[in-house]
Antibody, heavy 120, light 107 residues
Framework: EVQLVETGGDLIQPGGSLRLSCAASGFIVSSNYMTWIRQAPGKGLEWVSVIYSGDNTYYADSVEGRFTISRDNSKNTVYLQMNSLRAEDTAVYYC??????????????WGQGTLVTVSS | DIRMTQSPSSLAASVGDRVTITCRASQTIRRYLNWYQQKPGKAPKFLIYAASNLQSGVPSRFSGSGSGTDFTLTISSLQPEDFGTYYCQQSDSTPYTFGQGTKVEIK
């Protein structure tokens, strides 16, 4: 059974740093594309970042230069290192697998989310 | 970036009604369009990929259509458990942007 479990969300002051973790089971993270999606309170979904199986990464403009996605293959875990946090980064952060069927990519498995609150 | 626009932003319908949600892309995305359903306090659930292909386990009352820039999600006979917010998402090119969501309520 595929499962994704995010941890690491917390209340953090503006300018601070936080690392989110996404532990995967039921599939191998290194062979898949993995993404982070966030949702601010009462708002819609915002795509944040992706790490491809070849280690290429991509970020939304809103987090470029501040956030870093990575993975630890030995732990089958994906991370999101968030630096220089701002109030507008407050959101539930979801980890999701970007699956591929006949070349069509979709977010086929999601974690339960972890809440990051940036406030003084 | 490709902008995704959904309409309507919200709707209320009765059980048994046919419901249609539209999603428009700011440029062609071929058929690289996904749909998700989200219920309050829960992670989104994957419904449809490649514009019209149902994910395994999704009820057949859900269907998707379209290509290029215009897409629709149809619920042929609305059920009580279909309440929630529906999002389209393009996977043609990064960033893989979402529509703003359509909230579906049961009358």
């Amino acid at each position: 059974e595929v499962q994704l479990v995010e941890t690491g969300g917390d209340l953090i002051q503006p300018g601070g740093s936080l690392r989110l973790s996404c532990a995967a089971s039921g599939f191998i993270v290194s062979s898949n594309y993995m993404t982070w999606i966030r949702q601010a309170p009462g708002k819609g979904l915002e795509w944040v970042s992706v790490i491809y199986s070849g280690d290429n990464t991509y970020y939304a403009d809103s987090v470029e230069g501040r956030f870093t996605i990575s993975r630890d293959n030995s732990k089958n875990t994906v991370y999101l290192q968030m630096n220089s946090l701002r109030a507008e980064d407050t959101a539930v952060y979801y980890c999701a697998r970007l699956g591929s069927v006949q070349g069509y990519l979709s977010l086929d498995y999601w974690g339960q989310g972890t809440l990051v609150t940036v406030s003084s | 970036d490709i902008r995704m626009t959904q309409s309507p932003s919200s709707l209320a319908a009765s059980v048994g009604d046919r419901v249609t949600i539209t999603c428009r892309a700011s440029q062609t995305i071929r058929r690289y369009l996904n749909w998700y359903q989200q219920k309050p306090g829960k992670a989104p659930k994957f419904l449809i990929y490649a514009a019209s292909n149902l994910q395994s386990g999704v009820p057949s009352r859900f269907s998707g259509s379209g290509s290029g820039t215009d897409f629709t999600l149809t619920i042929s006979s609305l059920q009580p458990e279909d309440f929630g917010t529906y999002y389209c998402q393009q996977s043609d090119s990064t960033p893989y942007t979402f529509g703003q969501g359509t909230k579906v309520e049961i009358k």
